[in-house]
DNA sequence: TCAATTAGTACGATAATCTGACTAATATTG
DNA sequence: CAATATTAGTCAGATTATCGTACTAATTGA
């Protein structure tokens, strides 16, 4: 496992900077609210996503998910509203009081960018997201 | 936290998607090992690496990598020497027993990054390693 | 030498995560 | 359309991961 990692252990340094980044500024905005919490919370579509495919894009359980929906729930962040398409489902929506988190990550994780940007250049930063996202054709087991 | 991440998003997929094949090869080859032992398994280096070290690079705390590591130990999977260097540390080896999770690990990350390299191309793969060993330099505490 | 730093450990408390088993709603299909 | 299979989510219980605080021992530095 030792050397081989080389690119996964890039990512992963560069992927928890951002994370981390954006996980420091909405707990300095005051909210209360844990790093998985967040990790789950960052999926949740503006018209409310489902259980599921926050756990599938967590890649986690759903039992997993369900457990930091609840604290999210618990500490006023997210709502749970009856899916209109279908009566098993329901759909989590972020709520008001999430509103200045959610953008005190956004400005933090679009200044860390602005660092990349400079450090790399505007022409590798893009080589960059364009390698990333055709990655994700074959890596994301959800999208 | 929705929209910005995106970046983030693609590095998170990416990363997991190396770092589940390789604990998946490694479980398969017969290891018994979590994920995140594995995770701090795979920064130790071939001469042993110090407790501190392998905390900082899997960015966790000294007792979570401690933690981590006293279960490799009982599973057969590290073992502690002192450090000729420094009287208080200890240097944490692979052992014998831990080589085929290693070769399975690196096997099995090797052929997911030729499916990468087939995918994206030699050059953008080539840019993405590029960029990224780029902004290790802003983002890594570490190295 | 003695204070400050550094490597690691001990203890206890939470938080995160999984497996297995279950209910209810929806789809499929003969 | 009724029986079956699938899908969304929950419940219960166990294990693992992770952190904070406080501590010991070795090293460094003034």
Do not use: C
Request: charged share 20%; aromatic share 4%.
């Amino acid at each position: 496992m030792t050397e081989s990692v080389n690119l996964g252990v890039l990512m992963f340094v560069a992927y928890r900077a951002l994370e981390q980044r954006a996980h420091k500024a909405a707990v300095e905005a005051g909210g209360n609210i844990t790093a998985a919490q967040a990790r789950v919370a960052a999926r949740i579509g503006p018209d409310g996503t489902r259980l599921t495919d926050l756990a599938a894009q967590s890649q986690v359980t759903k039992q997993t998910a369900a457990h930091l929906v609840n604290e999210l729930h618990r500490a006023g962040y997210v709502e749970r509203v009856t899916d209109p398409e279908d009566g098993r489902a329901r759909l989590i929506r972020l709520t008001a009081a999430a509103e200045p988190l959610v953008h005190a990550a956004n400005a933090a994780v679009a200044k860390e960018l602005a660092v990349w940007r400079g450090h790399l250049g505007a022409t590798r930063m893009e080589h960059l997201q364009e390698a990333l996202t055709m990655l994700r054709d074959i890596t994301d087991p959800w999208a």
